[in-house]
């Protein structure tokens, strides 16, 4: 049996792994939170984000990561970039599946149990069809009590990735159930380590191996930078968006306004206009300093709540602010209510 040897830069590999783990899942888990104050589309593209944090930068990243670390003395290890690939694409299908059950199938354990089967086993396949990329002159042997081990391993912590994504709400318990989330992605990664054993091949087989498959340093490492960049880019995206709470607030003070004017003339072409503006209207009604947003409020017949600035709070662009030009529809649908406020909203605009 041949030497291996998975701590090649000591404790480099495995934190580093460890740390990627943990923020790819941190940012899904801030992913679902959104997703679950949506509906429909809305809620199934944040629900594909987070499959792709989870998937591709939580599990795949870690996983490869950690391969960085991985050497056998004497020999060089290239990696098949067709196999690596579909590793990393079948941890985000897999993980996308898992979500979009128990993100459409309510909270019950049938979805949860379902989800975490399908995310565990992906997860699974995931490490041993990357470990098949390697490109070797020996044979790669697995002990199959550990392998099982690794796949139960990756069941559980698939189940509890979806336990998280339905019942957590802050941040810092989408942290810790990161932090744990990270260890049993890093637990199953080094347990299915473990189960692989190398031997040496006869003379014919090491010819046939070293053929094929690119270096570590010219293709994982290039591409372990672009998960890099990728969960960068996926930071910004959920920096820059509402929250959850916000969300949830948007959608009551539609609601709110839709029942304020139900039963006026031209409730279904305002309900449209309302319906294209929504985060304008919601900065309408908390604006009470804003002469526009007065008139679009008496309009509307609806009183806004004090100390409610959410515009001076959290500032946005485009979406939040209440300009000349984005109160011209509200000044419409004033008319179609039968109210005197479109003169003050013009006279405010001009």
């Given amino acids: 049996m041949v030497v291996v040897h998975n701590f090649s830069y000591g404790l480099l590999t495995p934190v580093l ?5 943990c923020l790819g899942c941190f940012l ?21 984000l987070a499959a792709v944090s989870i998937g591709a930068a939580g599990v795949w990243g870690m996983h490869f990561v950690a391969m960085l670390g991985f050497s056998i003395p004497g020999q060089s290890i290239g990696y098949s970039v ?3 690939i579909a590793s990393m694409l079948i941890a985000a299908v897999v993980v996308s599946i898992g979500l979009l059950i128990v993100g459409f199938g309510g909270d019950g354990q049938g979805p949860l149990i379902t989800g975490g089967l399908i995310i565990g086993l992906g997860v699974a396949s995931m490490h041993y069809i990357g470990m098949s990329a390697m490109r070797m002159p020996d044979i790669m042997r697995y002990n199959t009590g550990v392998v099982v081990l690794s796949v139960i391993i990756a069941v559980v912590a698939g189940t509890a990735a979806l336990w998280a ?6 941040v810092w318990s989408t942290l810790v159930a990161s932090l744990i989330m990270g260890v049993a992605i890093s637990g199953m990664h080094y347990t299915g380590m473990a189960a692989m054993h190398v031997y040496a091949a006869a003379a ?45 607030e948007d959608a009551e003070l539609m609601a709110r306004i839709a029942r304020n004017h139900s039963g006026y003339p031209g409730h279904d072409s305002s309900r449209r ?15 009470r300093d804003s002469p526009c947003a007065g008139a ?10 004090a100390g409610r600035h959410c515009c001076a709070r959290r500032p946005r662009p485009a979406l939040h602010h209440l ?9 419409r649908l004033a008319q179609s209510l039968g109210s005197n406020s479109s003169r003050q909203t013009e006279d405010c605009c001009m």
Avoid at 28 to 48: D, F, M, Y
Avoid at 323 to 331: D, S
């Fill in 28 to 48: 899904g888990l801030r992913c679902t939170t959104r997703a679950r104050a949506l509906q429909g589309a809305s809620r199934v593209r944040w629900l594909l």
């Fill in 323 to 331: 300009g000349c030009a984005t109160t011209r529809p509200f000044e």
């Fill in 165 to 170: 994504a339905l019942r957590l709400h802050t």
């Fill in 82 to 84: 067709l196999v690596t």
């Fill in 204 to 248: 014919t087989s090491n010819m046939a191996g070293m053929h094929g498959g690119a270096s570590a340093t010219s293709f994982l490492l290039p591409l372990i930078l672009g998960i890099s960049v990728l969960t960068f880019v996926l930071t910004a995206v959920i920096s820059l968006s509402p929250t959850a709470a916000e969300i949830r």
């Fill in 296 to 305: 679009v409020l008496r309009g509307l017949r609806i009183r806004p709540r």
């Fill in 17 to 21: 792994g460890y740390v990627m783990s």
């Fill in 273 to 287: 206009l309302i319906a294209r503006l929504p985060s304008t209207a919601a900065c309408a009604s908390e604006r």
